[in-house]
């Protein structure tokens, strides 16, 4: 079946432009997580979504961030007023129902670019 | 607080070569351990996971690893390592927090890059 997709795959933006990022889960997964992955550095938690409520925004690093989810489907990744430091790989991952295991499948991820 | 140390940044191992790539934990419980592996521009990819029971697990690509409780460590190992190996791995342990779902993020560790030398 179809795993987890994120797009763009790539977006370059200037400093000060906001940007969104998209995630569709794998279908009748109800959890979904946000990471950012910084140039040679492992994955740093951003927010979890369990449904459509959001339970745990303890990651994100700043209020320039926000993320919704609409119902157990899509999820947007917004930064607002990016910077440089903003620079990083965004990986987005879905789980299926609860069974207290932390299976996560990720998607291959966006690049973003702050110029 | 939960964390995860790989203390090798980069391993360079010979094709054919066995392989362990080194993972320690703290964890307050018995925790859930995960190996992922990334390949260039690739996501990431589950090798395999430790939950309960026998602490040496077989996951995909041949690739298997053991929880050791008392040291806190849960290895990944592959006894003869093939080119198309070359990567970076990633362990992780589950963070538990009670939602009333019982699921939570990953906390993963820094990552260990493997060079394949023919």
């Known amino acids: 079946g179809a795993g987890v997709s994120q797009s763009p795959s790539n977006k370059v933006t200037e400093k000060g432009k906001d940007v969104e990022l998209r995630c569709d889960p794998i279908?009748?997964?109800?959890?979904l997580y946000w990471y950012r992955q910084r140039l040679g550095q492992g994955l740093e938690f951003l927010i979890y979504f369990q449904g459509n409520s959001a339970p745990d925004k303890s990651g994100l690093p700043s209020d320039r961030f926000s993320a919704e989810r609409t119902g157990e489907s899509v999820s947007t990744l917004t930064i607002q007023r990016t910077q440089q430091e903003d620079s990083a790989v965004y990986l987005c991952?879905?789980?299926?129902?609860?069974?207290?295991?932390?299976?996560?499948?990720f998607g291959p991820g966006t690049r973003l670019t702050v110029t | 607080a939960q964390s995860v140390t790989q203390p090798d940044i980069h391993i360079t191992v010979s094709e054919g070569a066995s392989l362990e790539l080194r993972c320690n934990y703290s964890y307050g419980a018995t925790p859930y351990l995960f190996w992922y592996v990334q390949s260039p521009g690739q996501g990431l990819q589950l090798l395999l996971k430790?939950?309960?029971?026998?602490?040496l697990v077989q996951g995909i690509k041949g690739f298997e690893a053991e929880f050791k409780r008392s040291q806190s460590s849960f290895n990944l190992r592959k006894p003869s390592v093939h080119w198309s190996d070359a990567a970076e791995y990633f362990c992780?342990?589950?963070?538990?927090?009670?939602?009333?779902?019982?699921?939570?993020?990953?906390?993963f560790g820094k990552g260990t890059k493997l060079s394949v030398k023919p």
């Open positions: 430790y939950f309960s029971g026998d602490t």
């Open positions: 279908s009748g997964h109800t959890a």
């Open positions: 991952a879905s789980s299926p129902p609860d069974r207290g295991k932390h299976e996560q499948y």
């Open positions: 992780a342990v589950g963070r538990y927090m009670n939602y009333g779902g019982s699921q939570g993020n990953l906390i």
